[in-house]
């Protein structure tokens, strides 16, 4: 027993030796005894899986006492026998649908919140599983297959979990780093087509092809943190970073081509089946939509119409990582930077910016998809440094062709810092997500009884928890410096983080099994307006045109939703071409991108000429506050 364990504690330390010296990818020995294979962890999707269904598939009581319909029916035949106190009916102001029935000749019946304890009782009127199951296989699987979809590391189950509370309870900031990201692979994408002529596709080797390579690179680098600790050091990458990334030696180009190669190959696949997930979505909003405009339903088919548009800004994030999309394994391209940026110091023999350390690593940890706080990238500052350089228009690169300028001419802003023009994407990311809270809290709020409840309250409350995590990450990072403070709101935040994300699976749980199905939430307590219940349904509501409201909800949702939706699809469409792993595939995807252009010319002049007016307003605001040098930074960015 002792010879064997020796044999097997040596086996598991080559592995772990090969593990850190592999340069791939590598399949396990199929020498390796099975019980060792097991030992293995995996990406854990199955963990997660199971942790989201169980969270989302509490079980509840099935045995109620409480029952509206028999307990409305009994409350009628007392009113109607007069044997019902006269405390007990309700003569207060009613809003919406019932308001307008009271002058009609046929009023809708009303009764206290007190009255509806009383005989009805106040436990919830839990969903039959019929019902239950409706909500779960409508809605409830398809969010869960959608979060499964999501760019997660594998091997990693504790920071994968704190990824999730990230995406869910703090969409706003999420969606606005991924936004973020998009850009400037965008901005990538454009300098590289606007290098040659618009009808020109060169093939390899040309400069085309090395440009090609450069900003792919410059993309992939802008997800990761960079080990900065002084100003020294961080003019120091910067001058690697340039010669890495634009050095036309042709020692470096052939370094550059292979590292390209290599991370194009590690890069994610799988959006056919991302795509699938979001239509099944798509789908299920359009069943939901049907039964509550329809002749079908009861007060339970808007609100799970009212459930659907609250997370509508899922299908948008989970689409928009599509674009932003991590590689397989960020940790082995991250020793592929570094290795290659070690290759760089080699061949330009400067000093080491890290004393006393053998193989410094420039590049920390994976910062995609919004997983690491404050993360700005450095990107940014190179492509405005480049858009400010002369003649950077259509065929731009027949004018450095032979020249080192692109190498050598460093950045006047800071390698990383904050810009301005991120405000665009905060900006968006909140519309996309509080035009969701407010379609979901449109239909629950003006579904009777009108006025806000445990459902609109809930869906409020979740909103204004995502604006709060905003608001505090800003803060963060405008007020607190790196190191104690930053570390300390982190926690701050994640613990924020976790309360709307357990908030969130708990209005999908009440939702789902008819925990807000209680004399409480129907008698809409919160806001003043309700105190009193009916035992009407939709048809009544119906007659009295309660779907205009619904329409309005519902419209304010799926109006951006389709347009977040539309702008990611064609972010994707115009900037796959950077990262397609073969040529031909990636020239006629260009090809495309041309000609999608070309069609849709009038709307990009728009644009581009709100850009200008855009680009002003921010450089009178850095003059205001007092930014003089970046007051040169000030001009039309490309936007073609």
């Given amino acids: 027993m002792a010879e064997g364990r020796g044999r097997l504690e040596g086996q598991c330390s080559r592995v772990s030796l090969h593990g850190n010296a592999h340069q791939g990818p590598q399949h396990p020995n ?27 598939s509490t079980p509840v009581p099935v045995a109620a006492k409480t029952h509206f319909a028999q307990c409305g029916a009994k409350i009628k035949e007392l009113a109607k026998n007069g044997s019902l106190p006269s405390e007990y009916i309700y003569t207060g102001p009613v809003k919406g649908p019932l308001g307008q029935a009271r002058n009609s000749k046929n009023p809708a019946f009303l009764v206290t919140f007190a009255a509806c304890e009383e005989y009805c009782g106040v436990t919830p009127e ?9 909500t779960i296989t409508t809605w409830v699987l398809p969010l869960v297959g959608l979060i499964l979809q999501a760019p997660f590391e594998s091997n990693n189950f504790k920071q994968t ?124 909003m359009g069943i939901s939509i049907n039964k509550a405009f329809g002749d079908l339903g009861v007060n339970s088919t808007a609100h799970n119409l009212a459930l659907g548009l609250l997370m509508s800004w899922l299908p948008v994030l989970i689409a928009a990582t599509i674009v932003d999309r991590n590689p397989m394994d960020a940790r082995y391209v991250r020793a592929k930077l570094n290795n290659y940026l070690r290759e760089i110091e080699a061949v330009e023999r400067t000093p080491s910016i890290f004393p006393g350390v053998e193989d410094p690593d420039i590049f920390g940890e994976f910062a995609g998809q919004g997983r690491v706080r404050w993360h700005y990238g450095v990107a940014h500052s190179f492509l405005r440094t480049l858009e400010a350089m002369h003649g950077m ?19 006047y802003s800071g390698l990383v810092g904050f810009d301005l023009s991120e405000v665009w ?61 930053r570390r300390m709101a982190q926690w701050v935040l994640r613990l924020c983080e976790f309360t709307n994300f357990c908030w969130l699976v708990y209005i999908i749980v009440a939702q789902t099994f008819g925990i807000y199905n209680s ?25 009295y045109h309660i779907e205009n409201s619904w329409l309005l909800g519902t419209l304010t949702t799926c109006i951006f939703l389709g347009i977040g939706l539309a702008y990611v699809v064609e972010q994707w469409c115009t900037q796959s071409f950077l990262w397609t792993q ?54 039309p960015l490309w936007n073609s």
């Fill in 30 to 56: 199929t020498d390796t005894p099975r019980s060792l294979l097991r030992l293995v962890p995996s990406g854990k999707p199955l963990l997660l899986a199971l942790f989201l269904l169980l969270l989302l």
């Fill in 126 to 134: 839990y969903y039959e599983w019929e019902k239950a199951s409706d």
């Fill in 161 to 284: 979990m704190f990824v999730v509370f990230r995406w869910v309870g703090s969409p706003i900031v999420s969606m606005m780093c991924i936004f973020w990201n998009m850009k400037v692979t965008r901005k990538c994408a454009i300098m590289v087509d606007m290098s040659v002529d618009k009808d020109q596709y060169p093939p390899p080797p040309s400069s085309f092809a090395e440009l090609r390579d450069s900003f792919y690179l410059l993309s992939v680098v802008n997800q990761y943190e960079l080990n900065i600790y002084t100003q020294l050091q961080e003019r120091h990458i910067e001058t690697i970073l340039r010669v890495g990334l634009f050095d036309r030696r042709r020692e470096i180009q052939r370094m550059r081509a292979r590292v390209a190669a290599s991370i194009r190959r590690e890069r994610r696949r799988g959006t056919v089946q991302v795509l699938a997930s979001l239509a099944w979505f798509l789908v299920a």
């Fill in 393 to 411: 228009g259509r065929g731009w690169s027949t004018i450095y062709e032979n020249t080192d300028e692109l190498s050598t001419t460093g950045a």
């Fill in 425 to 485: 994407q905060m900006v968006a990311a909140f519309l996309m997500v509080c035009s969701c809270s407010l379609g979901a809290f449109f239909v629950s709020y003006y579904t009777p009884t009108v006025g806000l409840g445990c459902r609109s309250g809930g869906y409020m409350i979740f909103g204004l928890n995502a604006t709060g995590c905003l608001i505090l990450e800003m803060a963060a990072w405008a007020f607190l410096h790196p190191g104690t403070g």
């Fill in 519 to 543: 004399c409480r939430c129907k008698s809409s307590m919160w806001g003043g307006a309700g105190g009193y219940v009916d035992f009407e349904g939709v048809p009544y509501y119906k007659s």
């Fill in 582 to 635: 073969n040529w031909e595939s990636a020239m006629n995807g260009l090809w495309c991108v041309r000609k999608w252009k070309w069609a849709t010319t009038g709307p990009r002049w728009v644009f581009a000429w709100l850009a200008e007016y855009v680009v002003e307003a921010e450089c009178r605001v850095r003059t205001f506050l007092g930014r003089e040098g970046d007051v040169e930074d000030c001009r």
